[in-house]
């Protein structure tokens, strides 16, 4: 157990619908990273918030969007969905997100889009 | 980011050492050599992580070349449990940059 909570861990939607997808990092970390893993493009890095504020910015679509919360939890949201977007959503937090800082990953959420 | 190469897979018997090899040959002076690996069906899991010297845990060592153009992490002793895709990532320690970027790894098959 990496301490990382996300939810929900399935969801199954409709194109064009959108969703919320939730992280509650580990106790004490200030660092939370969305990545997206697909059969095709393996594990792409989305986002990364640090303490509230952006912090570096990957391959994210327009029509995704993310936020960190005071208590430190973050969601990300995904609007418009289209049959591309079922993948893992994964995500992670470091204490501080510097080199010396290892990522946790949660277990991720499962998307499909039909 | 710079790049890193591995194998796209191999494979081990149980409770024999592996050697999971990986090339960066273009490797700055300021990344750190990152291991994280993945088991089925789960988030990626952190292993070993290196600037210059060799390192040792409890799950793994990692061995760094001289020129810190290659690395290899050692599983002293596979079990069914170390079947995973094992990725190899350079960070950058000196930027701002702080995020991993993982390629296609390296698939261990341990056979029993």
């Known amino acids: 157990d990496s301490g990382v909570t996300q939810t929900p861990k399935h969801l199954i939607t409709a194109t064009g619908q959108r969703v919320t997808l939730r992280c509650s990092p580990r106790s004490g970390d200030l660092s939370v990273y969305w990545y997206q893993q697909s059969l095709d493009q393996g594990l792409q890095f989305l986002i990364q918030?640090?303490?509230?504020?952006?912090?570096a910015k990957g391959n994210i679509l327009e029509r995704f969007s993310a936020q960190q919360f005071p208590d430190l939890h973050s969601e990300l949201n995904l609007s418009s969905l289209e049959l591309g977007d079922s993948a893992l959503y994964f995500c992670?937090?470091?204490?501080?997100?510097?080199?010396?800082?290892?990522?946790?990953f949660g277990e991720g959420s499962r998307l499909t889009v039909l | 980011d710079a790049k890193t190469t591995q194998p796209n897979s191999m494979e081990s018997n149980e409770e024999e050492p592996v050697h999971l090899p990986c090339n960066h040959s273009?490797?700055?002076?300021?990344?750190?050599i990152h291991w994280y690996r993945q088991l089925p069906s789960q988030g990626p899991e952190y292993v070993i992580h290196g600037l210059t010297s060799n390192v040792n845990n409890r799950m793994a060592s990692l061995a760094i070349a001289e020129d810190r153009k290659s690395s290899t992490l050692i599983l002293h002793r596979a079990t069914l449990r170390d079947a995973a895709v094992y990725y190899c990532i350079l960070r950058d320690g000196g930027g701002s940059n702080y995020k991993l970027t993982f390629g296609k790894g390296t698939l261990l098959t341990v056979n029993p």
């Open positions: 992670a937090s470091s204490t501080s997100g510097r080199h010396t800082g290892e990522l946790f």
């Open positions: 918030y640090y303490n509230g504020e952006e912090r």
């Open positions: 273009t490797i700055s002076g300021t990344d750190y």
